[in-house]
């Protein structure tokens, strides 16, 4: 990291204001020949952190903008490096002849997250830190805004780092008294290993718990609708969405093949599936759209059975609501609220989910399904913002670092010698220090950053 890179940081679209983003042991003098402050000294010279006004000049010397400029030296920056930033009016040619007059003073194009993939390299963040500032990117509910800040303050780092120092306590202690048996060290005894590794075991249990629900806050909840042909599913779809996402007819078996979509609907971040119609088919191409159907019915965590409202219910129609209902929430909703309803069969199920009645057409019932959904997905109170497990990386980790603690757990009651057991102990503290980056290969931080735009 001995050069020194830039990029833009507010995209390529005209905007209010773009940013060129700089950083590296030159960041300062290459500042200094492109940006002149109308008054005082040039920016090397200056405080960080303090905003000054002036002249950005392309890479012939003329003038291209009046903008902001500020810099702030390593290692107190966001990537531990010198670096500066030019506030510029926000016309992609005035960046581009920026970023040029940049090039031309010998620093580079700065490729995707390799920002903060330098805060990383540098100590100013650890792993779950650095993927926490892409999905604070990605967020789109004010859950999953909470969640990213609070991972990128370092909560899931902290609660990492107490399973982490417990079990490098146990293996410190038990290393000073077979290293040094002279000195007066207090001997290990088998329960208190076994107390310190049903510790560590329950903390991974939990954290690993967490994995579910950081999933639905960064992925969306998986939500299948499902249906007899022409139930009203592919409308319900459209109206969720807010505009014509999926192809709507009267002629049965339209949806060949799974519709996806994400939508915020109750405060909870939906991944809409819109499903083929499930009946018996001798066409076979409408017959894998049935079985994508029903893998998408096995596979969510929350399910949309959808009854044409104005037609009688049929006896598959209830065995598919007790279907879903044996395999995730459930909401039935009657579809063309608008029409004169039918009459709807009596259903023994216990309990029975919740019902709704909607009209795509009119928009009537759309609420009443909204606060549906939200009753089945409250916020979570169990765990504080920031310490939930939000990819599968780091589940992964946690599922190791838990088993490995496990084995250690069956090795000590099996009466195996302590030096045995510590070798899982061993295999848990790798796994957890891959989850911070302790540990971490080098090709899993390129495909961590991979995720990044350029700029971050």
Known sequence: MSDTIAAVATGGQPCAIGILRLSGPGALAALDGVFTPLRGEPMSRRPDRQLV?????DREGREIDR???????????YTGEDT???????????????????FARGVRQAGPGEFTRRAFLNGRLDLTQAE??????????????????????????????????????LMAHFHAVLDYPDEDIEPFQAEEMAAALDRAAGELE???????????LTQGVPCAIVGRPNAGKSSLLNALVGYERAIVTDIPGTTRDTVEERVRLGGVLLRLIDTAG??????????????????????????????????????????????????????????????????????????????????AKTGQGLEELEAAVAALFPPERSAPAGELLTNARQAEAADRAAAAVSRAQAALRAGVTPDAVLTEVEQALSALGELTGRTVREDITDRIFSRFCVGK
């Open 132 to 169: 926490a500032v892409i999905d604070l990117i990605d967020a789109q509910t004010p859950e999953a805004a909470r969640q990213a800040a609070g991972q990128l303050a370092g909560a899931l780092s902290g609660r990492i780092g107490g399973i982490y120092d417990g079990l490098v306590d």
């Open 67 to 77: 903008c902001l400029a500020t810099v702030t030296r390593g290692p107190g920056s």
């Open 278 to 359: 499930l009946r018996e088919s001798g066409d076979p191409i409408e017959r894998l759209g049935v079985e994508r159907s029903r893998a998408a019915m096995e596979e969510a965590e929350l399910i949309l059975v959808v009854w044409d409202g104005s037609v009688p219910a049929r006896e598959e129609d209830g065995e598919l609501l007790a279907r879903a209902v044996s395999l995730a929430p459930t909401v039935l909703v009657h579809a063309k609220g608008d029409l004169p309803p039918a009459p709807v069969p009596f259903l023994a199920l216990d309990p029975m989910p919740p019902e709704v009645t909607v009209s």
């Open 84 to 102: 500066a930033e030019l506030q510029c009016h926000g016309s992609p040619m005035v960046l581009s002849l920026g970023l040029e007059a940049l």
């Open 53 to 57: 006004y002036g002249v950005l000049r």
């Open 206 to 216: 939990a954290l690993a718990g967490t994995w579910r629900r950081g999933r639905q």
